[in-house]
């Protein structure tokens, strides 16, 4: 079995395979969970259904976008650091391909005015979105009154100040810490 | 050397973005203030285009803002920093899973970032408002509230904010429906 895992065949198929995920999710890491759940737990018996939660969290807990995280784990799993390679190329390669596609042809007409008209509708829905998104992760990220303290002064703070985001995450993560020291947390 | 900056800031968003989908977008806005490679409208249309293809919406924002910034080799570049981190971090707590997991300072340190992470992508939401919304231009030479607000814009809000929440067969609809029925929209009442 192990002899099968690491030959190039093996990879190949880890590469397809994450491919084909990748071609089927729209949007965030969320989006990819069900179809990970039919392709590597039902299909293939990669990984149980408890494994795929649990690199889920850690995917969510670590630094990185969730499905490339998801992809490096099951990779590394099956296939060593090779693996992990694959499967993580395998589920960006659709991207790289169909956005420089439509990229190299929306770059000619970004100037008409239909692209202009239709890109102002657009914008308004992204907003409606992103409203949506913030609204859905809400109960997952704010658990108490610190939370919403951290969630309100990052926001205000980024919306008037011109600093990098990188300080807010490092000062969170700390404040983070510190308060559940200081026995705050959940309160 | 463009390249080299390229992967040096994806590298740094594919190390500090917690989470998944909008995360990466609080990045790449700062990324528009500090290089100019890109304005905040161009980042609002890119979020469009990565929602409605295939791929997750991370990765997809990397190689469209690495395309218009420099070209084919930027694209793949830039999707390379992305992932790098994630890649060589997830391969060293492969081994630790559980105690990764379970250690109370990685815990407790995640409590205070996910709050953190979501604040970041709220004001990332709201340059797109006041984008896609507002009227400051026009607002600051005449003065009137009139001249402040997009009206159209704010009825297809309304109403698409209706849609994607409150009525039960319509929300579970793809978002790639709403994108592009608000760029019919947008073309047909001249946005």
Known sequence: MNEERTSIGFLARLFGTFAKVGVMTFGGGYAMLPILQREIVEDRHWATEEELMDYYAVGQCTPGIIAVNTATFIGQKKAGIAGGIMATLGVVFPSIVIILLIASVLTHFADAPVVRHAFAGIRVCVCVLVFNAVVKLWKGAVKDKAGLCIFAVVFLLSVFLDVSPVVYVIIAAVTGILLTQMGVRGK | ?191
């Open chain 2, 1 to 191: 050397m463009i390249y080299l900056r390229l992967f040096f800031e994806f590298f740094k968003t594919g190390l500090f973005a917690v989470g998944g989908g909008l995360a990466t977008v609080p990045f790449l806005y700062d990324m528009a203030d500090k290089t100019g490679w890109f304005t905040h409208g161009a980042l609002a249309d890119m979020i469009a285009v990565s929602e409605s293809t295939p791929g997750p919406m991370g990765v997809n924002m990397a190689t469209y803002v690495g395309y218009t910034t420099a070209g084919i080799p930027g694209g793949v570049i830039a999707t390379l920093g992305l992932f790098m981190p994630s890649l060589i971090i997830i391969m060293i707590i492969a081994k630790v899973l559980q105690k990764f997991r379970q250690n109370k300072y990685v815990d407790a340190g995640f409590y205070g970032l996910r709050p953190c992470s979501l604040g970041l992508i709220a004001a990332a939401g709201y340059l797109i408002f006041r984008l896609a919304l507002l009227d400051l231009d026009a607002y600051a030479v005449s003065g009137s509230v009139r001249d402040l607000f997009h009206w159209k814009a704010w009825i297809l809000a309304a109403v698409l904010l209706i849609l994607t929440n409150l009525v039960p067969k319509v929300k579970k609809v793809h978002p790639i429906f709403f994108i592009l029925a608000s760029a019919v929209v947008g073309i047909v009442f001249a946005f």
